[in-house]
Antibody, heavy 117, light 107 residues
Framework: QVQLQESGPGLVKPSETLSLTCTVS????????WSWMRQPPGKGLESIGY???????NYNPSLKSRVTISLDTSKNQFSLKLSSVTAADTAVYYC???????????WGQGSLVTVSS | DIQMTQSPSSVSASVGDRVTITCRAS??????LAWYQQKPGKGPKLLIY???SLHGGVPSRFSGSGYGTDFTLTISSLQPEDFATYYC?????????FGQGTRLEIK
């Protein structure tokens, strides 16, 4: 059973870079597609983007200019960086994994990131 | 951009009841639709994919149907562990889009 766990700072200042890491256990990161999603308070889920185990990526056009998703196969982790954050980026951030790009089989429990000075 | 609209936004029901949740896409998406269940403090759990295929380990009381723009998730006989929030997700193109959620509460 693949399990995912997000980690990173819970508070980020405006204009700085949000950084989160997802640790994969119970399976190899050298399989599947690995995604980041977010859910602002009281709002719906939004896809941020994904990375394949080959290293290829695809980002939501609405965030593309500010997003980087990367893999660290030696640590079985993948990471999210979101630059120039504002209060609108305050959300619960989820990492997810799937054997395809369409549906999301595995999810972390989520990490709340608040953007505030 | 294709919008996903769920109804109702919340519903109250009792253990043993049959419940149906509806998801409508603003344009046709074939059968590229998934349903997820989310409980407080947890990530979503995949229930149904390609509109009607049951994900591994999901109880058979859950079923999905629909094609094009109109889709339904049915729980045939509610169990205590089914009280949660349910989301639909279109999967026809990237980025995927989610409905706003339906909160299923105990009556």
């Amino acid at each position: 059973q693949v399990q995912l766990q997000e980690s990173g700072p819970g508070l980020v200042k405006p204009s700085e870079t949000l950084s989160l890491t997802c640790t994969v256990s119970g399976g190899s990161i050298s399989s599947y597609y690995w995604s980041w999603m977010r859910q602002p308070p009281g709002k719906g889920l939004e896809s941020i983007g994904y990375i394949y185990h080959s290293g290829s990526t695809n980002y939501n056009p609405s965030l593309k200019s500010r997003v980087t998703i990367s893999l660290d196969t030696s640590k079985n982790q993948f990471s999210l960086k979101l630059s120039s954050v504002t209060a609108a980026d305050t959300a619960v951030y989820y990492c997810a994994g799937s054997p395809n790009t369409r549906y999301f089989d595995f999810w972390g429990q989520g990490s709340l990131v608040t953007v505030s000075s | 951009d294709i919008q996903m609209t769920q109804s109702p936004s919340s519903v109250s029901a009792s253990v043993g009841d049959r419940v149906t949740i509806t998801c409508r896409a603003s344009q046709g998406i074939g059968n590229w639709l998934a349903w997820y269940q989310q409980k407080p403090g947890k990530g979503p759990k995949l229930l149904i994919y390609t509109a009607s295929s049951l994900h591994g380990g999901v109880p058979s009381r859950f079923s999905g149907s629909g094609y094009g723009t109109d889709f339904t998730l049915t729980i045939s006989s509610l169990q205590p562990e089914d009280f949660a929030t349910y989301y639909c997700q279109r999967a026809n193109s990237f980025p995927p889009g989610f409905g706003q959620g339906t909160r299923l509460e105990i009556k």
